[in-house]
């Protein structure tokens, strides 16, 4: 529920995000789930008032690629390659139950939060556990129930079918958007692109799907169709607008030209394409991508292969690969950086026009950090943005509005309580990663 009254923040400093990147100290009126305005000082008194001058606000960040309910996995699946990991999470993926996928998205969820993160685009199946999971925790979430081809899944039913139904059941939910996903070239064939891009056509919902993440797919789908993914896919008539391809590691000046063209958007997970050392010294052309026009958002990837889902140190690490590989420390400067972890974020999800902005009629998803926190001391308007990618911890995280709603303050979670919640994830975890699960 939005809280339809009004909150004043006054005397913050402010990361704005705007089309300006304003950054001052200042004040935010927030009513019935919207940001009202943002200015130096606002006038008349709010229904709540709060002294904000010991927090840097931002708005919330945008997680453009996740499999949430694996926070239940971390460490299970460390220091293999990419498909003897595929492998693992495949197997245990075929034991997983609607309660511990809750669980497991409730974990994912309750990090997110605590990490200064309102909203999440995930793929997975059993998507309606995470939904559930969403709305109890108050966290804003893209959920896409994941297809592949009918007769390697493990789902029960068809899959593309099974996307359809959870749309249906979830279209008009306010922090919940319903999406279909795909699992990649190398779990399903033309047809089941063809369907699910039908599927999303029809229900105006977006598309998201894992693209040229590894040396070995790339050459997998030349071998057995004659062409790179992204060629393929485009010669089936597949790439468009409204997509979000996470990864896109392997990609050519062709393709990076191929995808802005397209309008698909990229979601760069650094973490977890050199923990599985998907790119082999390479890294997403994220510098080329956005020179040819195309939105680069920021993701985590899951706590399986990452293994957590801050974007604080998604952004450092992502702002210092880039300039390791290119021998060049003007590479991926912080002020891009955070504006792919929020603006450009919101962009891939087609909600530039009301999230990853604090900003007069943008939803109030926003995120106030303790300015007198270690790794934030001394923050002020010069160093702001540079202190948020290079230095904020998720601890520096106070207090975090979504919808206007609060759902983090002093560090807690105030939807519901964790220290009731944690043993019981602890104990459905017990099971699901009983050694005889893992296979
Ligand atoms: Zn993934």
């Known amino acids: 529920?939005?809280?339809?009254?009004?909150?004043?923040?006054?005397?913050?400093?402010?990361?704005?995000?705007?089309?300006?990147?304003?950054?001052?100290?200042?004040?935010?009126?927030?009513?019935?789930?919207?940001?009202?305005?943002?200015?130096?000082?606002?006038?008349?008194?709010?229904?709540?008032?709060?002294?904000?001058?010991?927090?840097?606000?931002?708005?919330?960040?945008?997680?453009?690629?996740?499999?949430?309910?694996?926070?239940?996995?971390?460490?299970?699946?460390?220091?293999?390659?990419?498909?003897?990991?595929?492998?693992?999470?495949?197997?245990?993926?075929?034991?997983?139950?609607?309660?511990?996928?809750?669980?497991?998205?409730?974990?994912?969820?309750?990090?997110?939060?605590?990490?200064?993160?309102?909203?999440?685009?995930?793929?997975?199946?059993?998507?309606?556990?995470?939904?559930?999971?969403?709305?109890?925790?108050?966290?804003?979430?893209?959920?896409?129930?994941?297809?592949?081809?009918?007769?390697?899944?493990?789902?029960?039913?068809?899959?593309?079918?099974?996307?359809?139904?959870?749309?249906?059941?979830?279209k008009k939910h306010e922090r919940v958007s319903p999406l279909v996903s795909l699992q990649g070239v190398y779990a399903c064939k033309d047809d089941t692109w063809l369907k699910a891009k039908e599927l999303a056509e029809r229900e105006k919902v977006l598309l998201h799907y894992h693209l040229s993440e590894t040396r070995g797919e790339v050459q997998e789908n030349e071998k057995k169709r004659g062409k790179r993914p992204p060629e393929w896919l485009d010669s089936l008539g597949f790439l468009g607008r409204h997509q979000v391809a996470a990864h896109g590691v392997w990609l050519?000046?062709?393709?990076?030209?191929?995808?802005?063209?397209?309008?698909?958007?990229?979601?760069?997970?650094?973490?977890?394409?050199?923990?599985?050392?998907?790119?082999?010294?390479?890294?997403?052309?994220?510098?080329?991508?956005?020179?040819?026009?195309?939105?680069?958002?920021?993701?985590?990837?899951?706590?399986?292969?990452?293994?957590?889902?801050?974007?604080?140190?998604?952004?450092?690490?992502?702002?210092?690969?880039?300039?390791?590989?290119?021998?060049?420390?003007?590479?991926?400067?912080?002020?891009?950086?955070l504006d792919m972890a929020t603006r450009d974020a919101a962009k891939a999800l087609g909600r530039e026009r009301d999230l990853g902005q604090l900003a007069p009629g943008f939803k109030a998803d926003l995120v106030l950090y303790d300015l007198s926190h270690p790794s934030l001391l001394p923050t002020r308007v010069e160093n702001a943005v540079s202190n948020l990618v290079y230095s904020a911890q998720d601890d520096a995280v106070h207090t975090v509005y979504v919808q206007g709603e609060k759902v983090v303050e002093a560090r807690r979670l105030l939807k519901l309580d964790w220290e009731k919640e944690a043993p019981n994830i602890e104990r459905i975890a017990s099971a699901l990663l009983h050694p005889a699960s893992l296979g």
């Open 1 to 170: 529920m939005a809280d339809h009254s009004s909150t004043a923040l006054r005397g913050a400093l402010l990361v704005t995000q705007d089309d300006e990147r304003k950054v001052f100290r200042g004040d935010v009126l927030l009513r019935d789930g919207t940001i009202e305005q943002v200015a130096p000082a606002i006038k008349g008194k709010a229904d709540h008032e709060l002294d904000a001058h010991r927090y840097l606000i931002a708005p919330g960040f945008v997680n453009t690629h996740t499999h949430i309910a694996n926070a239940l996995l971390k460490g299970t699946a460390d220091d293999r390659g990419f498909f003897q990991f595929l492998e693992t999470m495949f197997a245990v993926d075929a034991k997983r139950t609607e309660e511990d996928i809750e669980a497991g998205a409730l974990l994912g969820a309750a990090e997110m939060l605590l990490g200064g993160t309102t909203g999440f685009l995930d793929m997975y199946y059993g998507e309606d556990a995470v939904a559930r999971a969403c709305e109890r925790i108050g966290i804003r979430g893209f959920l896409g129930w994941v297809v592949l081809d009918p007769e390697i899944t493990t789902q029960k039913g068809v899959p593309v079918e099974n996307a359809a139904h959870f749309i249906t059941r979830w």
């Open 252 to 337: 050519t000046t062709r393709e990076i030209e191929l995808l802005a063209r397209k309008g698909v958007a990229v979601a760069h997970c650094p973490s977890s394409n050199m923990k599985l050392a998907s790119g082999g010294g390479g890294i997403c052309p994220v510098t080329e991508l956005r020179a040819a026009g195309a939105t680069v958002a920021m993701a985590t990837d899951s706590s399986s292969s990452n293994n957590g889902l801050s974007m604080l140190r998604e952004m450092h690490l992502a702002a210092l690969a880039h300039k390791q590989q290119r021998h060049d420390p003007e590479s991926l400067p912080a002020p891009v950086v």
